[in-house]
């Protein structure tokens, strides 16, 4: 059980250092990769606790997370978004690298503030390690949609506030009904889809991927 | 079984209008008819509340209560008006589209509707928040129909934002679950969460609701999380706006308007400031922003986040009466917004530009549009004999009795100010003196049907409210919590 | 008591005598790596042959500054070396002098006297590269501080021999978020402070790239070996620190007996080769970061250790 901690302690740090990357990298294929690793920390994260907790849910979940979010969402993106996308060095941002990392590092401050009270009202072992990460994963990932301009790089920033929510999720609610769960399932790749074809759309009518930039609509 | 009717017939419209039957333009006549039935199904439901009764279908999967069934029962109604609206409206404005935008609309449309219908009667509160995701999922390309740079920005916007906000909504759902679980298994049902309220720690209880109120508050478009929505309202198709601020907004405020009853069964906490804070912050802004508008279209967009202000006031004030008068304010408005984007929809039709500034003279050149757009603005803003008026006043006056003068004084303040704007605007708009001779497009038969039509449900519960309808709204308040 | 003297001398000694060779292993592999033969791994040693029996040439307009910064930066390490764990895994006689913060402050003024001779000489490279590792010092001092903070939060102490046992009693606290996340941070941490790819390219020759090695431009003879040797050594230092203390004990010298002490030399051998492979793939797989992005790179450094700090003091 002690190992299990462990491990789930260390599974969890790596995601907390791969979701810093979705906030931090430059390269929208490099985000993609971190998303894609932070997935899979999930997956482990799933199958730590399920073993731990004797839960078949989730086991579901981690599979469902293998399947969807490290296979069918990254296919989705690179067929749906043209390539010339990813080859994109430099992404378009409204703050830059070192200020959005500090605040970055307030966010996760934040979240252990946040997850506190919660920790200290219930007694739940993993929530002691992954609530407070699904948490700061959760303000990262609306920390990201806001700082980029890019559409893909918001999108993942998007699904990995979503990774945080279920990173949460699995310690705190690991016997959700397999139902909701496959439901919340199917809805992520849907999410991909549905942006990655409004992205295709902006491209092919704006010739740019640059979503922050569009500012026709506002009040002035 | 008229819960399941309720689903299925949207699929099956979608299903058809996609397939080759709905080709040639028959996708329209097919979505009209699938949704004159839901309607029918959707009027059975709520006649069965108002009479007190427990409706449910397939076990305890689809159940309905009072507010379930006035949600529903407005979204049939504003689905089954779109649908007359689009028939020639999708028609002229997919002509350069191809030819299957049209059938893509109506595929889409349907399950937009079908994701709307499953919001109020899902009786899984974990598939409920799925069927509210796939509202916004659904309803992105409906936005961005138009394939305006203006309207790509718009979906852009609303996919974006509203997925965020309905993600955290997810967190405070998976939190709930958890609060529940640790007070003893109940169903994740809003019955077993009423249930179960009082025995969860309200350190689990209180950051979910407020993770809620914000997640969905942000596709309801409450202040400052509204950023999107004038964008969303004033791009999409006329016909899409109607469903839009008519009633989407509605069905998601209906998910925060049910936790009402979960939180107040703890009796530390309180709700009840935050919904009038959020409420009356929406208000105040949306009218400072009704002032300075200059697209026909935002401005009732920005009404809509001034209704939806009133609404959660209302709310936040408590007790029956107050209660009552915010499911009357959720009726009306369905009604008045739905209609106004309407007329909105046939003005810019007509004129082919949405500028408050290069609209003038409306009543010379376009009359039936005109009088849709006054009756609509003065429907909208609360002007008697129409519904908001009275559910204004009720709300008023329940405000008054309980002794919460200020509240009700800046409300009050806030909504003769935005009827003021609202009035100015369209004043000028109406009866203007008109700047040379405007080239005018012909407004579709359907068009002029749909305003006729629409109308007359607006007019009739302004002067008289069917006692089965005022039994609804009492179940609806019950359901509040009132 | 003569024991532990003799010891701390050899952990002196071992540093002296490996630094260079740790350097051109890590050349030899780097050229190897990169499908290139490399110079042989004794090169260094050759170098500093070479270098002690040129001429010196001093100019006539630096100070005594000049002159000294070699010694200082020499005797720099070796200091540290006497307080941290080398080789051994209990304190030999003069590790009462300092903590681990100690041994971080005597580092930085050999650094300090380096640039400060950069400046002296007038050479208009040697102040581009002095304010430049400055830029890059002071970016990283805060990571610095944040580490050792934290680890005294794990440990409860700065002592470099208590801390290294605390990561590995129980087991378990070696996977704790907080220690993969130091670990993270303090590898960051040493590629920029001994100017290695992605920060400064250490075999670059081009002046005005230069960071770290621009500063020792105008040394020649003897100074110029100290100056490389010292640089070898504050390297060495450093994985020294980085290995024994922050990641594991293992292969460090349990007991007293000569025995234990020299079969630890090996082990500790094999520890920094790994690590030099570590390194080389890095350097390998990472290019060089242009100098405003450096910001970027400590800025990343300096909010993982921040996290790693969270993660402690919420008890994880």
Known sequence: ??????????????????????????????????????????????ILLGIATHSLHLFAVAAITVATKTVLIPWVLRHTVSSEVYRTREIDRVLNIPSSLLIAAALVVFAYAVANPMLSAVHTPFAKINLPLGIAAMLLGIFTVVVRREAVPQLLGLLALENGVFFAGVAIVPDLPVIAELAAAVDVPVVALVVGMLTRRIHVRLGTTSVGRLVALRED | MELAGVLFFPALACALSLSPLGRHGRAAPI???????????????????????????????????????????????????????????????????????????????????????????????????????????????????????????????????????????????????????????????????????????????????????????????????????????????????????????????????????????????????????????????????????????????????????????????????????????????????????????????????????????????????????????????????????????????????????????????????????????????????????????????????????????????????????????????????? | MATRILYNLLQVLFIIAVAPLVEGVATKLKENLQSKRGPSIFQPYRDLWKLFHKDEIVSDYTSWIFRAAPYVAFAAPIFVALLIPVLTRYPLFFAFMGDMLGGGFILALGGFFATLAAVDTGNPYGPMGASRTRMVGFLAEPVFIVVFLTVSFVAGSTIPYIVQLRWVTPIANFFEPSHILLMSAFLMLILAEDGRIPVDSPSGAFELAMIERSKSLEYSGRGAALMKW???????????????????????????????????????????????????????????????????????????????????????
Not at chain 2, 147 to 168: F, I, M, N, R, S
Not at chain 2, 227 to 251: K, M
Not at chain 2, 292 to 312: N, P, Q, W
Not at chain 2, 459 to 470: D, E, R, S, T
């Open chain 1, 1 to 46: 059980m002690a190992v299990i901690f462990a491990l789930d302690a260390l599974t969890g740090a790596v995601f907390l250092l791969t979701t810093l990357g979705v906030v931090a990298n430059r390269q929208v294929l490099a985000s993609l990769q971190l998303f894609i690793a932070q997935s899979l920390l999930l997956t482990f994260s799933a």
């Open chain 3, 230 to 316: 010292a640089g070898a050594m504050k390297f060495l230092v450093l994985i020294c620190i980085f290995l024994n203390v922050l990641v594991t004990p293992w292969g460090l010298a349990a007991g007293t007996q000569p025995i234990e002490v020299l079969v630890a030399i090996p082990l500790v051998l094999l520890k920094i080769l790994g690590f030099v492979l570590i390194l080389v793939y890095i350097e390998s797989s990472l290019a060089k970061l242009r100098l405003f992005r450096i910001t970027e790179f400590l800025g990343a450094a300096f909010v993982i250790s921040v996290v790693a700090m969270i993660t402690r003091l919420s008890e994880i």
């Open chain 2, 31 to 482: 979505t009209l008819i699938g949704s004159v039935i839901v309607f029918a199904l959707a009027v059975r439901v709520a006649i069965a509340a108002a009479h007190g009764g427990h409706i449910e279908a397939f076990g305890e999967w689809l159940t309905c209560d009072g507010l379930g069934a006035l949600v529903l029962g407005l979204v049939a109604l504003v689905a089954m008006t779109a649908a007359l609206f689009s028939w020639s409206y999708i028609r002229v404005r997919a002509a350069h589209g191809g030819k299957r935008k049209e059938q893509n609309y109506y595929g889409l449309y349907n399950l937009f509707i079908m994701s709307l219908l499953a919001v109020p009667i899902l009786a899984n509160v974990a598939l409920m928040w799925v069927a509210v995701e796939l509202t916004t999922l659904l309803s992105a390309f409906l936005v961005g129909f138009e394939d305006t740079p203006e309207a790509l920005e718009a979906a852009w916007k609303y996919v974006v934002l509203t997925t965020v906000g309905a993600v955290l909504a997810l967190f405070g759902f998976l939190i709930l679950y958890w609060g529940s679980r640790i007070a003893g298994f109940e169903p994740f049902t809003w019955v077993g969460l009423v249930e179960a309220a009082p025995r969860m720690p309200p350190a689990l209880l209180w950051p979910a609701f407020l993770l809620i109120l914000v997640g969905f508050g942000t596709k309801v478009g409450l202040v400052p999380m509204h950023t999107w929505l004038p964008d969303a309202h004033s791009q999409a198709p006329a016909s899409i706006c109607a469903l839009l601020s008519g009633v989407e907004t509605t069905t998601v405020l209906y998910v925060i308007l049910r936790l009402f009853p979960v939180v107040g069964g703890v009796p530390t906490l309180d709700a009840r400031p935050w919904f009038i804070c959020f409420g009356l912050l929406s208000v105040c802004i949306a009218t400072l922003l009704l002032v300075y508008v200059r697209d026909f279209k935002r401005m009732f967009a920005f009404s809509t986040v001034e209704h939806m202000g009133i609404i959660l006031v209302a709310a936040g004030l408590g007790g029956a009466e107050a209660h009552l008068g915010a499911a009357y304010q959720i009726t009306g408005h369905a009604l008045a917004k739905s209609f106004c984007f309407f007329s909105a929809g046939s003005v810019a039709m007509t004129f082919g530009t949405q500028e408050i500034a290069s609209v003038r003279g409306l009543v010379k050149f376009a009359p039936l549009s005109a009088i849709a757009l006054a009756g609509g603005a003065f429907a909208i803003t609360g002007a008697p004999p129409f519904a908001l008026f009275v559910s204004e006043f009720l709300i008023f006056k329940a405000g008054i009795a309980s002794g919460q003068y200020l509240t009700i004084a800046l409300l009050s303040f806030f909504v003769a100010v935005a009827f003021c704007a609202v009035l100015y605007h369209v004043n000028r708009m109406t009866f203007g003196a008109p700047h040379g001779h405007p080239t005018l497009a012909p407004l579709p038969w359907s068009c002029k049907a749909t305003l006729v039509i629409a109308a007359i449900p607006l007019l009739a519960i302004g002067i008289y409210i069917p006692v089965v309808l005022q039994n609804l709204l009492r179940a609806a308040a019950a359901a509040m919590g009132g």
